[in-house]
């Protein structure tokens, strides 16, 4: 019968197959997340969110470096199973087995550049991320300073970078990691020019870091009157790591900073004074936001 000519073959590719499914099995084996072990909620650290794309990223990278082979060897194990069983031997169709090998390889091969490439992103952006933390843990003092800091405060429909409260205002610190760019000479170029709604680097312009950042300001703002019943003052501040900041005018609404001596800059900022009790009430809010495992939907 000529269709077992083409059905026999398929008992080649069990092993790969098996492969295949323990590779499935094992693609999250690595979890770094951890658990508070007192109320079960997660702990977060600086750049939480992209500690957690990272994972995802390498999760991928390991299913595409993995399966790949897998997926490739694929035809042309059927192939060779097809000339064992075949009364007749056609070139067309081996060729045709080749061929469709020779494309998954480019197809993989694309894959596993892109998970390099966000991989390599996503470090940069964790780098930066850790740095600005690591700059914001110096506002926190004891109690007669009342500084406090949240990492990774769940917004409105994403992840806030950093939310700071202080006795005179409350920031929200967004981070956004861009690669240097390069002169003809080979020089690194990190100055970046920063106008009312635009940051001129050098060879490209952006509007939406500083959009976001102004959207996220205004969301926590709107979001803390919910909660405590009175207006809460609420600044943006774009971070960019490595970055030679120029501002061409001054903005009330927004800060862009290069990280760098980021707690003095917040501790001098001229916001409106926080009484007390406003400024207890938005640390038990964001306290309570904060614990949230992901992003809620928007309210």
């Excluded at 007192?38 to 990272?54: I, S, T, V, W, Y």
């Excluded at 069983?85 to 087995?97: S, V």
């Excluded at 409105?156 to 409350?170: K, M, N, Q, W, Y």
């Amino acid at each position: 019968m000529a269709w077992l000519e083409y059905l026999l073959p398929l008992i080649f590719l069990f092993p790969l197959a098996a492969t295949a499914v323990i590779v499935l099995a094992l693609r999250n084996l690595h979890d770094a997340r951890v658990h508070s072990p007192f109320d079960a909620h997660p702990l977060k650290e600086p750049g939480q969110n992209l500690r957690d794309r990272l994972d995802r990223a390498f999760a991928g990278l390991f299913l595409d470096g993995a399966l790949g082979p897998i997926v490739v060897l694929a035809p042309l194990v059927y192939g060779m199973g097809r000339m064992l069983f075949a009364n007749e031997q056609n070139w067309i169709e081996w060729a045709l087995y080749g061929a469709l090998s020779t494309l998954l390889v480019l197809v993989f091969c694309f894959l596993l550049i892109r998970d390099f490439q966000r991989i390599r992103r996503l470090k940069l952006g964790l780098a930066c991320e850790l740095a600005v933390g690591q700059e914001l843990e110096r506002l926190i003092r004891p109690e007669g300073h009342p500084f406090f800091v949240f990492h990774d405060v769940p917004g409105d429909g994403r992840s806030l970078d950093h939310v700071a409260v202080t006795p005179h205002g409350i920031f929200v610190v967004e981070t956004r990691a861009r690669p240097p760019a390069l002169t003809p000479r080979g020089q690194e170029d990190n100055r970046v020019v920063v106008e009312a709604e635009r940051l001129r680097f050098p060879g490209w312009s952006e509007r939406v870091p500083m959009h976001k950042t102004r959207e996220a300001a205004k969301w926590l703002s709107t979001w803390l009157q919910r909660q405590v019943g009175e207006a809460v003052p609420v600044k943006g501040v774009l971070a960019l790591p490595g970055w030679r900041v120029e501002v061409e005018g001054a903005m009330d609404d927004l800060l862009v900073v290069n990280g760098e001596d980021l707690a003095r800059r917040l501790s001098e900022s001229p916001q409106a004074e926080l009484d007390t009790a406003l400024h207890d009430a938005a640390i038990v809010a964001l306290r309570q936001r904060a614990s949230l495992a992901s992003p809620p939907p928007a309210a």
